[in-house]
């Protein structure tokens, strides 16, 4: 089983995010073959909830969209382990999934499946302790975020307790594909100074903008919405979705790669 | 990071947002603390308090009430604050604050509109630009409070994500907080959500209790035998139930039992989250909520629109764990009936909400002699509600 | 039989009643000279006051409005009463007067179902049975208030004679009161009707002014240069009037101009008694009435449904005519505009009947440095008409 | 022209009451043809007001027809003016009407157009010095009320303030045909010592009802509702209100007459 740490060592890495079950597992499994042969590092799986805050509307109607059609923890851990392990996955949720099923529970599912890393949207470091010594125990990285409002003695100690990567949220508010690029997200990426790999994410649609983040330091990418974006626009054919998604992907790799 | 203790009731409370978001919490904690100290603030907190929202409400002898059930009860009063609800007290206080601390808006969500209509008030008497986020279903069967709250110059954002309920609204208006969180103040609605809300507003509330405690010596000379308050988020129980949580009173939280404690598979068919919820992590706090078997929120459900809702504030989860605050709950109908109880008993249309404290009179074991019921809101928003449920 | 001078102000006012009410007005007069002077009566009336009715209500200074018309603007809370209006003030005395004379029940008229509801408030929690008259087309267009009044157990009666407004429900409950004199309580919603009326309603009434005057004398340590309040039949204006009439202070009491001061052959386009009213009889007294030129009275209109009525207080006559109070009268667009603008600014949504006076700060032409309106109710119940005209 | 006090002069006194312009001008002139020759003494006219709270509905209908038809005290007096003097009138009305005309005006106006007397059912003798005055002065005679309600002392008042006749009220209450008598009636009846005649009136509808009154000891009956009903079914066919109205007078008539 791949690391975390494996996605940011040949390259700058392209880090994708899908929603598992987005609209079926089937679909799932097919846009994963598609983002890891068009040269995705890296793929975040959203395991959906129910209330997710800190998602845009793409995001909250993908989530929707796999409850809808029976989405669940149990179904999810099923699913990963049956992708395939060429490169590292990182489970994205919301901390009252994780809670539910016991931190220790759901880290062990994460390790036996295939999940290396966890990303949860509403866990401040501040309330990560237990989720903390249940990542160690099963080797897992548990990712923290560095915003916008982030301040300096903060981003110090989030940089403490961070292994695996650091996701570095482009602009305030929630995911969400724009065309723009703010000038602060350079200057947070400037601001950011650790060895452990800094990756940017909320709102990255286009190459031009990968390439930009890139120049300005940071060492991946994170694409989800524009992505999740065209699932949504093709969920009566998949296999159209799958088309558009290694276009997207391939273009957004090559926007990365000096 | 060093866990933050100061931010937890037991192992509840917490601050569970984006990080986003975390900077905006200490800044809302230091400048709370910092405030709430300072004469100026707190001299014009009081101005407001009296002279806006019409405070100290009264404490009432329901003498035909009393009689009914064979002992005294009083009725504290908050159907009289401006805006018809206990809400205000709370909007008042974060609006005030927000402009303190130089926010440039101030956002809302609401279920039922009162807090959402609290928070306008607030905002318009202040002098400070309202959004407010409701669900899509609650607008529909809440047209009045909606108007209410664009006639007060607020902008209402219509939710159609979730459930199209009160939930959703909060986490809406969570999404406009993380993105305006710099020049934006989120008025937050109950007892709930992260640290420093369930703090803030339980003290912003207090007043309910403290000017209970001081009416009830004045007029019975003793403290009551029991607190009897209707519990959706928590606030106006909490408010005034903690001056009396060192006392020998016993306090009892009422939530929406709705059509009974039974679930479907993605809803609960009442709002009993202290009753009947389990431990969990919801808009920012760990507290006791409705879920399903993998943690996924269920919807909640209640004829009160104010306590429908699938969460608590930690603080109550904390005490009724403890035992300190006993939680039950009353039905829909039982609710109904109380309605016109005390309407045509003692002249006052209590919401649908404080019904359900009025209810447990009858519902109650032994509630001793001496009994104080918070009426926290009146019910003229409920009026179309009851009429089509027959008189 | 001498002319009973007391029952007078000046040339007005009067007992202008079937004999067979005469011995039932005396009777009241009498009665209400004892218990006016009972310490018992005094001590629940005041208990009712405080505990039921909320009273004090706040005076409260509206910053925002003050800024706008560059004066000190001072509002007397009335719509944080019970209820919702001053309304409260007086059923609530005359409801425990008819208690104390040991009568079997009470009777009221309404016409926006203000004072209908706030009767029916009073009876419940004094507990005795009411019954109230409302005029047909009221009724329909005033669907809220008639349902309160029935969840407050009221028994509602539709008047279908005459326009099938206030007035012919007054008229309706005279002939009740008539039938039923010797167990019944009439319990007149404004200060006209025949003595002693008047004279009870504005005592009742004067607490308004009895609190604005103390607490403008705390806050500011000076008497208003004006008062502004809207006029129907005139009790909320004189209660809060009353205790500045030896003072130097400009009173101004507002009609509704309806669509303009002009009348058909049998309807005024307004409501303004004061303003444009001749000297006649009307529903028990001599007094300025809107009548046609052989002295059949005219139909009213005004938008606030509470100042659509074709009289006024006698008292108001009389003060009007010496010039102690200036009649002026706003027109329903004028209201409107009132109605949003203290929305938006002030947070608080006044009636419309209320709005009247709000809106004279607009038209007057030198109010004085510091002013107080009498917000006598809240817009709740007028949501439904703003709403029709658009926002 | 007749007084009041010739009413009661040959036998116990039947008074009816309409009202004028009800339906129109026309139709009161009939009845009043058929009311005398049915044998009533005194002819009580409605000048219809627009809020007559001392009227049950049969008679606030009336008024309403007639003011619809475009009555007013102008066109009243005139009406007056052209009924046969056999017998005397009185016009009952509220008291804002006469105050309007002005109490000298209408007082004077009565005298000329044939009215010997005024009834005001809202004018209390407390209130009735100006009209008392006219009244005075045009030689009218002011009629006043006794009620079920007035005192004993009051009574005694309103008997040395009176002239013509004393109205005695027959029940709390307003007009409106009924069946019964009230055993009030009769003890009221008894309760009022005087020499000026008193006729009782408010619910009589039939001869039983009419004889037992007289019998107790009142020197005239005052039928209103009763006749008025008449009227109001049959608006579209006058002729056969004023047969029917006809018969049920000279049954009144004789009921009172031993
Ligand atoms: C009148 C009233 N009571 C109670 C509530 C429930 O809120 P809480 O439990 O925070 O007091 C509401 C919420 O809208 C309300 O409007
Ligand atoms: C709010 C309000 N204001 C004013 C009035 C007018 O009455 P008044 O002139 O007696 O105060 C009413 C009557 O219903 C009312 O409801």
Known sequence: MKHIADAFKRDKALIAYICAGDPTPDATTKIVHALIRAGADLIELGLPFSDPIADGPTIQAASQRSLQAGMNPDLFFDLVKTLPKTIPYAVMTYYNLIFHRGTMTFAKDCRNHGIAGIIVPDLPPEEADELGEACKKYNLDLIHFIAPTTTPERIERIIQSSSGFIYLVARLGVTGAREDLEDRTKSLIQQVHTDIPKAVGFGISNPQQAKEIINAGADGIIVGSAIVDMIARNTDDINKAVEEIETLTRKLKEGITR | MENNKKSKFGKYGGQFVPEVLMPALYELEESYKKYKEDPQFIAELHDYRSNFAGRPTPLYHARRLSKEYGITVYLKREDLVHGGAHKLNNTIGQTLLAKYMGKKRIIAETGAGQH???????????????????????????????????????????????????????????????????????????????????????????????????????????????????????????GIFHPFLNEDVELYAIEAGGSGLKTTKTAALHSASLCVGEDGVLHGARTKILQDKYGQILESSSIAPGLDYAGVGPELSRLVDCGRVIADNIQDFEALEAFHELSQLEGIIPALESSHAVAYLKKADDLGDLVIINVSGRGDKDLNTVMDRGI
Chains 1, 4 share one sequence.
């Open chain 2, 116 to 238: 959402g209509t609290a928070a306008a008030m607030a905002a318009s008497s202040i002098g400070i630009p309202s959004e407010i986020y409701m669900g899509a279903k609650d607008i529909k069967r809440q047209e009045m409070n909606v108007y209410r709250m664009k006639l007060l110059g607020a902008k209402v954002h219509t939710v159609t994500s979730g459930s199209q309920t009160l939930k959703d609204a909060i986490n809406e208006a969570m999404r406009d907080w993380a993105t305006n969180v710099e020049t934006t103040f989120y008025v937050l609605g109950s007892i709930v959500g992260p640290h420093p809300y369930p703090a803030m507003v339980h003290d912003f509330q207090s007043i309910i209790g403290n000017e209970a405690k001081a009416q009830i010596l004045e007029k019975e000379g003793r403290l009551p035998d029991s607190i009897i308050a209707c519990t959706g988020g928590g606030s106006n129980a909490m």
